[in-house]
């Protein structure tokens, strides 16, 4: 039996420059979520915004996949535009331009074994997010879209309380220390893990970079470290890292979910752009060899 899945974000074009190398590519976490889902055996839909700059041949790429649209994604306006720098340990995030916003699910439509949620410019309206509760069993939330604010220097997260209030209606999500300080007050990992179940959240995974990430479900806690593998740039490493976990918990338990999700982001992490999105043989020998890395935290309230 097919898995349904629908990932809601803007596709994006991402130029990416590092030391010595430049180029531009697909984005955004309807891309890295949606390939990776589609390797995985998923039937994955698409609710999204592009522009006519878009190109053909992107489109194509997409829907020779085998992904489909939840609605027509061409509008007006230009495709969302990042450009994404790193200097030495740093990134710089520049919006360049930012599509319409992503209409939300209309009622009454089939439902989906697991929706995604991954804003990357506020382009999907938080009072929508019952609308994807709705037709969802298993419902995945990246707050970064949320919490992002850009100018002309830049990207800063700010706080939304309004979020805070609606976590409660997600399954499960993922942050980084600074999405979680700036969702808790705290840099602590663990202490931003308890923060998001005392709001609601069911599953929560904090990622520290190379240190690990943190999975807490209740009064349980799980940590990995992901293999010593330099990255090449990084980017989508967290949307392949909610996907796959998403995509695990349909049949898997916590531990081993945590194993698969650190899998389906580290495989190919040496590599740059969508080339970082690995194969479905990748993922199982990398998560049954990190699976009993897997540690269980004790002495949890």
Not at 48 to 55: A, E, M, N, R, V
Not at 94 to 102: A, H, P
Not at 107 to 124: F, H, K, Q
């Amino acid at each position: 039996m097919t898995v349904k899945a629908l990932v809601a974000g803007h596709l994006v074009l991402d130029t990416i420059t590092t030391e010595g190398y430049s180029t531009e590519s697909l984005g955004g976490p309807p891309t890295y979520m949606g390939f990776l889902l589609r390797r995985l055996g998923f039937d994955v839909t698409l609710a999204t915004s592009i522009g006519y700059d878009f190109g053909d041949e992107r489109l194509h790429k997409i829907l020779e996949s085998g992904i489909h649209f939840l609605n027509p994604p061409v509008t007006e306006s230009p495709t969302t535009r990042f450009e994404i720098t790193f200097l030495w340990d740093r990134r710089v995030l520049r919006l360049l331009s930012l599509c319409d916003g992503v209409p939300p699910p209309r009622t009454g439509i089939p439902g989906y074994d697991i929706v995604l949620v991954n804003p990357v410019a506020g382009e999907i309206a938080l009072q929508s997010l019952p609308r994807y509760r709705a037709i969802s069993k298993f419902i995945y939330l990246d707050p970064q879209g949320f919490l992002r604010r850009f100018d002309k220097d830049g990207m800063t997260l700010v706080d939304s309380p309004e979020l805070r209030e609606r976590l409660r209606n997600v399954d499960a999500t993922k942050v980084d220390i600074d999405e979680g300080k700036v969702l808790t007050g705290s840099e602590d990992p663990l202490e931003i893990g308890t923060a998001l179940s005392r709001l609601g959240v069911k599953e929560s995974l904090v990622t520290t970079g190379g240190e690990g990430t943190y999975l807490r479900a209740g009064g349980e806690l799980f940590f990995l470290k992901p293999p010593s593998v330099r990255p090449f740039d990084g980017v989508g490493a967290g949307d392949l890292l909610g996907a796959g976990y998403a995509a695990a918990r349909m049949d898997k338990d916590l531990p081993t979910s945590l194993a698969f999700a650190v899998a389906c982001a580290s495989s190919k992490i040496d590599q740059p752009a969508l080339g970082k999105i690995p194969d479905a043989r990748s993922v199982e020998r990398t998560a049954s060899e990190l699976r009993p890395q897997v540690r269980k935290l004790e002495g949890l309230g």
